[in-house]
């Protein structure tokens, strides 16, 4: 298999980049959300519903 990867013959080579493109994203995304404090997490939380509530008041 590592032969098949490493003997690139024209497009493949696009096929690998978006490959590790589309994985660094997910990576990078799962390390911001486990790094994430819980006070903003929280407070992203109730964000839809303060909305809701300032409406209904108007």
């Known amino acids: 298999m590592w032969r098949q990867i490493t003997n690139l ?9 978006s490959l590790l493109i589309f994985l660094s ?3 990078m995304v799962a390390i ?7 006070s903003f997490v929280d407070y992203m939380k109730g964000l839809p519903f303060e909305e809701s509530e300032k409406e209904l008041e108007n």
């Open 9 to 17: 013959q024209g497009d493949e080579i696009y096929l690998i980049i």
């Open 32 to 38: 911001m959300l486990f790094t994430m404090k819980k």
């Open 25 to 27: 994203f997910f990576i």
